[in-house]
């Protein structure tokens, strides 16, 4: 696959679920939950980690924090903003420990008309884990006002969970969707990059 950079406009594909989740911190129980897709907007595509290490601004180690704050900003378009604490760094200047705001691509949409509220993904990509580590490639938001905020420099490639101690060595081959938190889908790409990650950053894996 060619590298290359596409520029789409977010477009909503809805995708209705067999079981309908309701949500227990809503103030009306009775508010139907639907996942649904969002097409990314501006997503980098990259034939190998060499590639995806040299285009992002900075490669950590991090640990996602419970704090989390959803923004809709459009019914098609929004992020989740999640707390992290830095672990360690691997290029870039941020200070380990510190904790910023990653902008992960997903997020919630109240439709009032009909009492819906959508839960917005990115492609394949489903939320991160709170209390799980994660090697993230990030590139930084240029607005001043929101210059803690980080995002990851493509919403495929950018995220890589690191296992547990109890789980040992990975096998990525072995791997499903679901254990790089993400839908099902394609992920032969993903998983060929994954490994040479882990070849590259041996200390994390």
């Not at 939950?33 to 995806?52: G, H, K, P, Q, W």
């Not at 993904?121 to 929101?146: A, C, I, P, Q, R």
């Not at 081959?173 to 882990?198: Q, R, T, V, W």
């Amino acid at each position: 696959m060619k590298k290359k950079t596409l520029i789409l406009i977010f477009c909503c594909i809805i995708c209705f679920v067999p079981n309908i989740v309701f949500a227990d911190d809503s103030p009306d129980k009775d508010i139907e939950r639907i996942t649904s897709m969002v097409n990314a907007y501006y997503t980098s595509y990259f034939d190998t980690a060499e590639e995806l290490i040299k285009k992002s601004n900075y490669i950590v180690k991090a640990t996602i924090l419970p704090e989390s704050e959803n923004l809709c900003l459009h019914p098609i378009w929004g992020y989740t903003k999640t707390k992290i604490k830095i672990d360690e760094v691997y290029k870039g200047n941020i200070e380990k420990d510190e904790v910023v705001t990653l902008m992960e691509p997903y997020f919630d949409y109240y439709d009032e008309e009909y009492n819906v509220i959508y839960e917005c993904h990115s492609e394949l990509y489903d939320k991160s884990e709170v209390g799980k580590e994660y090697l993230l490639f990030l590139t930084k938001s240029s607005n001043k006002n929101n210059n803690n905020n980080y995002y990851l420099i493509n919403e495929y490639y950018g995220r890589y969970p690191v296992p547990t101690k109890e789980r040992g060595a990975v096998s990525v081959e072995n791997m499903e969707p679901e254990d790089f938190d993400l839908y099902d889908g394609y992920i032969e790409d993903y998983k060929k990059i994954y490994s040479e990650i882990i070849n590259i950053y041996q200390q994390v894996f």
